[in-house]
């Protein structure tokens, strides 16, 4: 069972280029989430999708845009990446409950220089 | 806002207990989550206390107080595979998850 991927797994990306990290999850979930896990500060959200063709902002969505065209998709473009947008990147989806587990990607590891 | 607090590290023998507590301050309830970590993975689902008491699973519990803004998770029979973050998360009104830092307990043989 796949549940969640995403692409790519790392990446070394030079500042001011533009990035998309992918996500696919085949679970048929509503809602599906973007966080990024920086040392000593945990998981925080930047961007969410409650159902395809909606999306809302988290905690720190500058500098991230998503979409959500359909149900399985939920890709995060950085426009213009920054070395401040270094992290380990998730993506997540869950039904929409609020005792609905958060089902997670591998994760992919961004490097901005 | 959210706040929620756990400690950074915890280190224990190998079959021993360790505890690990989270207390936190939200706008709005709807349950707490515990996940475990191992390094360079993604968090997986422990447990979820939406009232309170003790839920047990296996050697693994998870205790709620609401009143309290209280949370601990018990890991029970200590093996090394138990080596990993633990990351609390509370589920506020519009059901989205807030995270604690994590943390880190290092099983020692």
């Known amino acids: 069972t796949a549940g969640i991927t995403q692409a790519p797994t790392s990446q070394i990306l030079a500042a001011g280029r533009s990035m998309t990290l992918r996500c696919t999850q085949d679970m048929r979930h509503n809602a599906m989430y973007w966080y990024r896990q920086d040392l000593g500060l945990g998981l925080r959200l930047i961007h969410y999708s409650n159902t395809a063709g909606t999306t809302g902002k988290g905690e720190v969505p500058d500098g991230y845009s998503v979409s959500r065209a359909n149900t399985d998709d939920f890709p995060l473009t950085l426009a213009s990446a920054v070395p401040s947008q270094t992290s380990v990147y998730f993506c997540?989806?869950?039904?929409?409950?609020?005792?609905?587990?958060?089902?997670f990607g591998p994760g992919t590891r961004l490097t901005v220089l | 806002g959210q706040n929620i607090d756990q400690p950074t590290e915890m280190t224990a023998t190998e079959g021993a207990i360790v505890q690990i507590n989270c207390t936190y301050q939200t706008s709005g309830f709807n349950g707490l989550f515990w996940y475990q970590q191992h390094a360079g993975e993604a968090p997986t689902f422990l447990s979820y206390?939406?009232?309170?008491g003790l839920e047990e699973k296996g050697r693994f519990s998870s205790f709620l107080s609401r009143s309290k803004g209280y949370s601990y998770l018990l890991l029970k029979e200590l093996q090394m595979k138990d080596s990993a973050s633990y990351l609390c998360a509370v589920s506020s009104n519009d059901y989205k998850l807030s995270f604690g830092a994590g943390t880190t307990v290092t099983v020692r043989a």
């Open positions: 206390n939406v009232l309170d």
């Open positions: 997540a989806s869950s039904g929409l409950g609020g005792s609905d587990t958060q089902y």
